[in-house]
């Protein structure tokens, strides 16, 4: 082994490839160059470059690697190819490069596949996965596990629960499910895809365990708002001796958050300051996260209070914490201390101040925030903080402001056309909703189910019962968007103002959700209204028969209090 190649190995790719970068550049002034034509060397600055997508010094050293003859290296070819497929507008050269690569091994396959996948393209990475299978490379080319962990984990993103169970299975009969590695991705991947069963299964069937395997369940449990669950195998962790790490608390302090259980969470927190470990920006800022969701907003700031360095993330957790406990001045007097102490807030933070700002209706402080977002680049232009502003102005009564804000986006997504969609028809605007929806369509723009909510809503509003039925159905068989009790509920009322109320009648009877006592009630008055008064009886009694024929089909006390 060269001098070069020993010193190059004490470098950290992963978090200084500038460093690796560099140090090449000093070989190269040097007087003694033998080094430089070590295949080790270039394989190692082909990642660095791909760390800091240096796209042109990459294609430098690939011209430097032909010149000198190294091209024919197999763990060169394979930096190459893996750089290339790091950028979608290079994807090219990685395949022309698989295409001459004179030896290909699974390393050159795990290569393209995950770099399929970096690149939004599963589908693809998927019919290169089969190809592989099918020998179309060489009967000798085979995937490993690392080429399943990846495209496993692909699935979770493009939401491919069939393929998942798939690769599931063909692991299962290759004898990869024994490799923990791939048994975790598949728990992450179940839970993920909200088949937290399938994953309890996996994880109980496995024969040995690591702290990842217990901490993704633990997490998956948090995500499905389980908290009980989360604890039991917490405290099954703690009776088998497995050292939990910072990860396990955070991901069972998560669960307590998302399921409101206050005690549970005070537990955790108590066995944490017991422990005496310095509880880490991380776990404060879960712990803030859980406070404020259970209400106790006065122990989220002592925690924020007590913590050695305040990140972003804390500061926003706080944040969030004050607006969705009512708090809009604390919120907004958090901000200027950030200001104050020279914290850059991000899109997370005016997020939250956005949405303070419209559910307090302080239009003044709106209008500030707006201007702040304005004045600094880092926020402004964002269409996630623009299709929230025009929901704040909306929501305060100012189309006029919300209008102008949409009007003046570069870029309209289907959020922002339903917040102005939206914006109009609370405000009244029935017919400037409907034009807004038609100029959606002509920009080729697909309305979701809040978007049918909003025309729906300005139907109702405007008395315009025929449009809002031909708008349902096109939402039903066009679209093919289920019908949520939102819609049903404006159809309802739709109907009802109009005074049709057979109509509402039959609609309610043939309703795809089960009413709400909001239906009912907007059916009782609609008949009051209209001086049906043999109506509201039978609609009272028709809520008495399903709230009886309910209460028949439970089956014990315990069952009752549901």
Same mark, same amino acid.
Request: hydrophobic share 40%; net charge neutral.
């Given at each position: 082994?060269?001098?070069?190649?020993?010193?190059?190995?004490?470098?950290?790719?992963?978090?200084?490839?500038?460093?690796?970068?560099?140090?090449?550049?000093?070989?190269?002034?040097?007087?003694?160059?033998?080094?430089?034509?070590?295949?080790?060397? $270039?394989?190692?600055?082909?990642?660095?470059?791909? #760390?800091? *997508?240096?796209?042109?010094?990459?294609?430098?050293?690939?011209?430097?690697?032909?010149?000198?003859?190294?091209?024919?290296?197999?763990? +060169?070819?394979?930096?190459?190819?893996?750089?290339?497929?790091?950028?979608?507008?290079?994807?090219? $050269?990685?395949?022309?490069?698989?295409?001459?690569?004179?030896?290909?091994?699974?390393?050159?396959?795990?290569?393209?596949?995950? @770099?399929?996948?970096?690149?939004?393209?599963?589908?693809?990475?998927?019919?290169?996965? %089969?190809?592989?299978?099918?020998?179309?490379?060489?009967?000798?080319?085979?995937?490993?596990?690392?080429?399943?962990?990846?495209?496993?984990?692909?699935?979770?993103?493009?939401?491919?629960?069939?393929?998942?169970?798939?690769?599931?299975? $063909?692991?299962?009969?290759?004898?990869?499910?024994?490799?923990?590695?791939?048994?975790?991705?598949?728990?992450?991947?179940?839970?993920?895809?909200?088949?937290?069963?399938?994953?309890?299964?996996?994880?109980?069937?496995?024969?040995?365990?690591?702290?990842?395997?217990?901490?993704?369940?633990?997490? @998956?449990?948090?995500?499905?708002?389980?908290?009980?669950?989360?604890?039991?195998?917490?405290?099954?962790?703690?009776? #088998?001796?497995?050292? !939990?790490?910072?990860?396990?608390?955070?991901?069972?302090?998560?669960?307590?958050? %998302?399921?409101?259980? *206050? %005690?549970?969470?005070? +537990?955790?927190?108590?066995?944490?300051?017991?422990?005496?470990?310095?509880?880490?920006?991380?776990?404060? /800022?879960?712990?803030?996260?859980?406070?404020?969701?259970?209400? *106790?907003?006065?122990?989220?700031?002592?925690?924020?209070?007590?913590?050695?360095?305040? %990140?972003?993330?804390?500061?926003?957790?706080?944040?969030?914490?004050?607006?969705?406990?009512?708090?809009?001045?604390?919120?907004?007097?958090?901000?200027?201390?950030?200001?104050?102490?020279?914290?850059?807030?991000?899109?997370?933070?005016?997020?939250?101040?956005?949405?303070?700002?419209?559910?307090?209706?302080?239009?003044?402080?709106?209008?500030?925030?707006?201007?702040?977002?304005?004045?600094?680049?880092?926020?402004?232009?964002?269409?996630?903080?623009?299709?929230?502003?025009?929901?704040? !102005?909306?929501?305060?009564?100012?189309?006029? #402001?919300?209008?102008?804000?949409?009007?003046?986006?570069?870029?309209?997504?289907?959020?922002?056309?339903?917040?102005?969609?939206?914006?109009?028809?609370?405000?009244?605007?029935?017919?400037?909703?409907?034009?807004?929806?038609?100029?959606?369509?002509?920009?080729? +723009?697909?309305?979701?189910? +809040? /978007?049918?909510?909003?025309?729906?809503?300005?139907?109702?509003?405007? @008395?315009?019962?025929?449009?809002?039925?031909?708008?349902?159905?096109?939402?039903?068989?066009? !679209?093919?968007?289920?019908?949520?009790?939102?819609?049903?509920?404006?159809?309802?009322?739709?109907?009802?103002?109009? @005074?049709?109320?057979?109509?509402?009648?039959?609609?309610?009877?043939?309703?795809?959700?089960?009413?709400?006592?909001?239906?009912?009630?907007?059916?009782?008055?609609?008949?009051?209204?209209?001086?049906?008064?043999?109506?509201?009886?039978?609609?009272?009694?028709?809520?008495?028969?399903?709230?009886?024929?309910?209460?028949?089909?439970?089956?014990?006390?315990?069952?009752?209090?549901?």
């Amino acid at each position: 082994m060269s001098v070069w190649r020993a010193i190059l190995r004490q470098f950290d790719l992963e978090s200084d490839p500038f460093t690796v970068i560099s140090f090449f550049k000093a070989m190269q002034r040097g007087k003694r160059n033998d080094s430089l034509r070590d295949p080790f060397v $270039y394989a190692s600055l082909l990642k660095a470059c791909n #760390r800091v *997508l240096g796209f042109k010094e990459g294609k430098s050293i690939h011209s430097r690697v032909i010149r000198l003859g190294l091209d024919g290296n197999v763990n +060169v070819l394979n930096s190459l190819i893996y750089f290339y497929m790091s950028s979608n507008r290079s994807l090219s $050269y990685a395949c022309v490069l698989f295409d001459r690569i004179p030896e290909r091994t699974v390393v050159t396959v795990n290569c393209m596949v995950s @770099g399929f996948l970096k690149n939004k393209q599963f589908d693809i990475g998927l019919r290169f996965f %089969n190809e592989v299978l099918a020998g179309a490379f060489g009967l000798g080319l085979k995937p490993n596990y690392v080429t399943l962990i990846v495209l496993i984990s692909g699935c979770v993103e493009n939401g491919g629960y069939k393929v998942g169970k798939l690769l599931h299975s $063909y692991s299962s009969k290759t004898g990869f499910d024994v490799i923990i590695q791939v048994c975790n991705t598949l728990i992450d991947f179940y839970c993920k895809c909200e088949y937290i069963d399938d994953a309890a299964r996996l994880f109980d069937s496995m024969i040995e365990k690591d702290l990842v395997t217990w901490n993704t369940l633990i997490a @998956g449990y948090a995500r499905s708002n389980d908290c009980g669950k989360a604890f039991s195998l917490f405290r099954e962790m703690r009776y #088998r001796n497995i050292e !939990y790490d910072r990860v396990s608390f955070i991901s069972f302090i998560l669960a307590c958050a %998302n399921g409101g259980d *206050l %005690n549970q969470g005070k +537990v955790s927190h108590g066995h944490l300051i017991a422990s005496g470990k310095e509880i880490s920006v991380s776990l404060g /800022t879960v712990l803030i996260n859980m406070y404020s969701k259970c209400g *106790l907003i006065d122990f989220a700031k002592k925690v924020f209070d007590e913590l050695p360095d305040n %990140n972003i993330a804390s500061w926003n957790s706080m944040i969030h914490g004050y607006v969705e406990n009512g708090l809009t001045k604390e919120a907004l007097w958090l901000f200027n201390l950030m200001k104050c102490r020279n914290r850059e807030p991000d899109e997370v933070t005016m997020l939250g101040l956005i949405s303070a700002c419209r559910k307090s209706g302080e239009l003044s402080h709106g209008t500030d925030i707006h201007s702040y977002i304005a004045s600094n680049d880092h926020v402004n232009g964002r269409n996630v903080l623009q299709n929230a502003l025009i929901d704040m !102005y909306a929501k305060c009564g100012n189309m006029a #402001r919300a209008k102008s804000i949409f009007d003046k986006m570069a870029k309209k997504d289907v959020v922002s056309w339903t917040s102005i969609i939206v914006g109009h028809a609370i405000n009244g605007e029935g017919e400037e909703a409907l034009l807004a929806f038609r100029q959606m369509l002509a920009e080729k +723009v697909e309305p979701n189910s +809040v /978007t049918f909510i909003g025309v729906l809503l300005a139907c109702d509003h405007s @008395g315009l019962v025929e449009v809002g039925q031909k708008l349902y159905d096109t939402m039903c068989k066009v !679209y093919n968007i289920e019908p949520q009790i939102e819609h049903c509920g404006c159809m309802v009322d739709m109907l009802a103002r109009a @005074g049709m109320l057979e109509e509402a009648n039959k609609f309610v009877k043939e309703m795809p959700v089960e009413p709400n006592a909001v239906v009912w009630r907007m059916m009782i008055n609609a008949c009051r209204v209209h001086g049906r008064w043999d109506d509201v009886l039978h609609e009272r009694n028709t809520i008495t028969a399903r709230k009886c024929s309910k209460v028949a089909g439970k089956s014990s006390i315990s069952d009752l209090k549901d």
